[in-house]
């Protein structure tokens, strides 16, 4: 009985001393780029994606790294911006119609499927920026992450854009 009860204390003290398994990294989520919202040379719209450009995205790690951040709030507030992309599809000739208030800051990422940043702008002004991507951007679907920031309040989405051709 007293060799047991030593086997019994010997074997409890090797548990204890055991090593923590290290923790896992988590793989991060794919995200998948599914539809576009599809616009003419002009910006009329034939068909609308319902995901793509609005202003009500929550973010994953992965998405919320593009953008630097400093105290921002995401708000839910009424207001009146607005952004989309035309021709969509296109052929690398990407058009940015952006509508904001002068004091609002306007700061967008394009990523590929693998999320290479292709075309990073902290700045964009109110009204068309045109963006030639012909010699960059793969023959895909890309994805247009956006921030709208008023003072802390930030008011965040996403567009896809196929680039074909």
């Known amino acids: 009985m007293k060799k047991l009860t030593h086997l019994l204390v010997f074997a409890t003290l090797l548990a204890c001393n055991k090593d923590p398994e290290p923790e896992k990294e988590e793989t991060p989520k794919k995200i998948y780029f599914t539809g576009i919202t599809e616009s003419n040379d002009v910006g009329i719209i034939a068909k609308r994606d319902t995901t793509d450009w609005r202003f009500n995205d929550t973010w ?35 058009k940015l119609n952006i509508t904001k208030l ?41 994805r247009l992450y956006y921030k709208f920031i008023d003072g802390s309040c ?5 567009g896809d854009i196929l680039v074909n051709e």
């Open 60 to 94: 994953v790690e992965q998405e919320a790294k593009l953008f630097p951040t400093a105290g921002e709030a995401s708000c839910t507030q009424a207001h009146n911006h607005n952004i989309f992309a035309f021709p969509n599809p296109n052929k690398g000739l990407i």
């Open 102 to 142: 002068q004091a609002t800051q306007v700061q967008i990422r394009l990523v590929d499927k693998e999320f290479k940043v292709i075309l990073s702008r902290d700045s964009i002004p109110n009204g068309i920026n045109i963006f030639d991507l012909t010699a960059s951007a793969p023959k895909d679907t890309l």
């Open 154 to 158: 930030v008011y965040k989405g996403h």
